[in-house]
C-alpha cells in the first residue's frame, strides 16, 4: 500500500549540487528502512544509500561517500538524498525504495519491498 514518488532530478554541470525528495504516502514506515538505488543506461541497478526511518544508521556506496547524504523529515514523511560534487558517472536514473525487513541486506535492491518511479539525473562534462 505504499507509494513513493521521486523529484528533484534535472540536469547539473559537473561538481553541482541536486536534492532528491521521495514523498511516501500510504501506510506510515516510521523505523523501517529507506533507500536510493540507481540505474545508468546499460548498466545494473546499484545501492547508493539507505537509512533507518527512524534515523541513527545510514549506508553508503563507496562510490558517493563524503558527497552524498541521506536523510528524512518524518512530519513530511519524506527521504531526501542530497547530492554534492556531482560527477558524470553518476548519471543516472535514482530510485527511492522501502524496505520492511532484513536490514541487514540494505544494499541488495532484490531486499526491498516497494519502489518509486525514478527521477533522472544527468550531470554534464
Known amino acids: 500500500q505504499v507509494q513513493l514518488a521521486e523529484s528533484g532530478g534535472g540536469l547539473v554541470q559537473a561538481g553541482g549540487s541536486l536534492r532528491l525528495s521521495c514523498a511516501a504516502s500510504?501506510?506510515?514506515?516510521?523505523?523501517?528502512?529507506r533507500g536510493w538505488f540507481r540505474q545508468a543506461p546499460g548498466k545494473e541497478r546499484e545501492f547508493v544509500a539507505a537509512m533507518r526511518w527512524s534515523g541513527g544508521s545510514t549506508d553508503y556506496a563507496d562510490s558517493v561517500k563524503g558527497r552524498f547524504t541521506i536523510s528524512r523529515d518524518n512530519a513530511k514523511n519524506t527521504l531526501y538524498l542530497q547530492m554534492n560534487s556531482l560527477k558524470p558517472e553518476d548519471t543516472a536514473v535514482y530510485y527511492c525504495?522501502?524496505?520492511?525487513?532484513?536490514?541487514?541486506?540494505?544494499?541488495?535492491?532484490?531486499?526491498?519491498?516497494?519502489w518509486g518511479q525514478g527521477t533522472q539525473v544527468t550531470v554534464s562534462s
Open positions: 525504495a522501502v524496505l520492511l525487513t532484513n536490514w541487514s541486506t540494505v544494499r541488495n535492491d532484490r531486499s526491498y519491498d516497494y
Open positions: 500510504g501506510r506510515t514506515l516510521s523505523g523501517y528502512g
